[in-house]
Nanobody
């Protein structure tokens, strides 16, 4: 099993930047493909970005966001730039044990482990 804790959320003005972190503990972090999702009130949880175990393959829904990982520090990152009010949501990191090092997963149902979320609020 792996435990995930997000940090770095907060209040930012439109056009600003935030960098979220997700620290993992438990089983080896490099065994897991990772993802960032977000959920706004009354909305479905949606993919923000995902990354393979090795970090060599990744996908971000929005060009303003970048996902990365540091397996030596058991940490996943989400750099968010040019933030807008519609980016306001609770952001979650998630993990799935992945047999193929270069694979990432876009569907939330693929993920077995979730953090508690961190709130990001973008003011206009």
């Amino acid at each position: 099993q792996v435990q995930l804790v997000e940090s770095g959320g907060g209040l930012v003005q439109t056009g600003g930047s935030l960098k979220l972190s997700c620290t993992a503990s438990g089983r080896s972090f490099s065994d897991y493909a990772m993802g960032w999702f977000r959920q706004a009130p009354g909305m479905e949880r949606e993919l923000v970005g995902c990354i393979s175990r090795s970090g060599n393959s990744n996908y971000a829904v929005k060009g303003r966001f970048a996902i990365s990982r540091d397996n030596t520090k058991n940490t996943l990152f989400l750099q968010m730039n040019s933030l807008r009010p519609d980016d306001t949501a609770v952001y979650y990191c998630a993990a799935v044990a992945a047999g193929i090092s270069g694979r990432y997963y876009v569907e939330p149902l693929a993920y077995n482990y979730w953090g508690q979320g961190t709130q990001v609020t973008v003011s206009s």
